[in-house]
């Protein structure tokens, strides 16, 4: 069985979300703990605005590493989306490839300062 993950972003005044305790975190990162289970192989980022639902489509899997916290740069999605706001959620994945339930969202804002700091999409 799945633990909680615990998720936490950096949104325009470095505030941030959290499952069950206090993360830190810095701009532009979503950083969660690792599970200690050696089922778990990897995890799902989701992502959806606030009209929108999570789907396969706009998620992305990220590696297991041995860390205790993972950590990954959204700004390699933010290249692909427009400004707005939007939420993000992780979810475990095990080596049968089935999915844990999704954390608590986290929510950032693009804003175009922002989107101007980012390279050029490929």
């Known amino acids: 069985m799945f633990k909680k993950i615990i998720i936490g972003a950096t949104i325009l005044f470095t505030a941030f979300v959290s499952i069950s305790e206090t993360i830190n975190t810095s701009p532009f990162k979503l950083r969660w703990t690792n599970l200690n289970d050696n089922n778990v192989t990897g995890y799902y980022i989701y992502w959806r605005q606030i009209n929108w639902s999570y789907n396969?489509?706009?998620?992305?899997?990220?590696?297991?590493?041995?860390?205790?916290?993972?950590?990954?740069?959204?700004?390699?999605?933010?290249?692909?989306?427009?400004?707005?706001?939007?939420?993000?959620?992780?979810?475990?994945?095990?080596?049968?490839?089935?999915?844990?339930?999704?954390?608590?969202?986290?929510?950032?804002?693009?804003c175009p300062h922002v989107r101007d700091s980012l390279p050029n999409r490929q």
């Open 56 to 110: 396969d489509n706009r998620r992305l899997f990220v590696q297991k590493t041995n860390s205790q916290e993972i950590e990954y740069d959204l700004r390699n999605i933010f290249i692909y989306l427009s400004n707005g706001g939007y939420f993000f959620a992780v979810s475990a994945v095990d080596s049968s490839k089935n999915e844990g339930k999704l954390s608590l969202e986290a929510y950032y804002l693009l």
